[in-house]
């Protein structure tokens, strides 16, 4: 059986992606070849610092590389003396997507404020924009419980501005269409209020104005969707294990409680796209870099979930 290869861009040219990278192939078994997108300078050379060995064939012309062999590492260079190498690596990858080779992308982390330079929120809203997504949404995805906020990378003071009735309902949408696509079964689903215990001292309160009406809908729709529940207790074993998913109003109100709980034991998807898009539930972190001490397991759980897509 040929599997569809998993499309990587590991990211900046000093990152503990590779590492880890290296660090999952020996541990998880795996059957999709890999296509990187990097530097193959920069491949070898940290291949040579962990001790990493494994045969790598360079492909030169995507269009025309017609057989992919299981298991195997394929390279496509990037200049990495280029100014733009990381913009380059990503529109390769997106070339790749959109000639259909494959539809399993994995990226690794970003330094979203060079990268970015304040033009998107985050690699989300990027990735979306290059494919013309409109409606997309963050699901930090664990076999156990996963959480998705509504607003990404904002600032807590504006996100009150952005919240409404049809992007939460979005939200809701998309994450119910993944569950039932991929596992089988509409997922429970519980909604948190904006404010503190669902009240406000305001007369304008976004629990009862907005998130309840958004929840209301869904129901309509034969979602099994709840709430809005208060964010300071909905974590706690007996209501949380009651959940498939927590929806939460902004990043922190669901990421915190969350990487708490599994820390490395999650992967972050992008829903929406026309392809599954993932990466690993943490940043580049170079303050580790060439430590030898970073956990792989986000990567690991990755590659598991695309290696069975």
């Known amino acids: 059986m040929n599997f569809k290869p ?24 795996f059957n999709s070849p890999l296509i990187l997108v990097t530097s193959k300078k920069i491949f070898v050379n940290k291949m040579k610092k962990f001790f990493f060995k494994k045969k790598i064939e360079l492909i030169n012309n995507i269009q025309y590389h017609k057989k992919f062999t299981n298991n195997k590492i394929y390279i496509i260079n990037i200049d990495y003396k280029n100014k733009n190498y990381l913009n ?17 992308f994995i990226n690794g982390p ?3 404020s060079k990268f970015l330079n304040k033009k998107f929120l985050g690699i989300t809203e ?41 992007l939460i309902v979005q939200k809701i949408l998309l994450i119910n269409n993944f569950y039932k696509t991929n596992f089988g079964f509409a997922p429970k689903i519980a909604i948190t209020g904006m404010n503190p215990h669902c009240e406000s001292v305001l007369k304008f309160n976004e629990d009862e104005k907005i998130v309840a009406p ?43 409680p969350f990487k708490t709980l599994y820390e490395f034991d999650a992967i972050n998807i992008t829903l929406g796209l026309p392809f599954y898009r993932i990466s690993p539930d943490h940043g580049p972190n170079e303050k580790m870099l060439h430590l030898n001490s970073s956990n792989p397991l986000s990567l690991i759980r990755a590659l598991e979930f695309l290696d069975k897509k």
């Open 110 to 112: 970003i330094n979203k």
């Open 214 to 256: 958004a929840i209301k809908e869904t129901k309509k729709q034969g979602l099994k969707v709840s709430g809005p529940f208060p964010a300071d207790t909905i974590f706690q074993v007996e209501n949380r294990k009651k959940f498939d998913v927590i929806i939460g109003m902004y990043h922190d109100q669901v990421l915190g």
């Open 126 to 166: 990027y990735i979306s924009k290059n494919f013309n997504i409109k409606n997309s949404a963050m699901l930090i995805f664990n076999k156990q419980l996963s959480v998705c906020p509504i607003t990404t990378h904002l600032p807590i003071k504006i996100v009150t501005k952005k919240i409404n009735k049809k």
């Open 6 to 29: 998993i499309l990587i861009v590991p990211g900046e040219r000093d990152t503990i992606f590779y590492e880890i990278l290296f660090k999952s192939i020996k541990k998880f078994k």
């Open 88 to 104: 380059k690596c990503f529109k390769e990858a997106f070339k790749i997507l959109k000639l259909g080779i494959t539809n399993k």
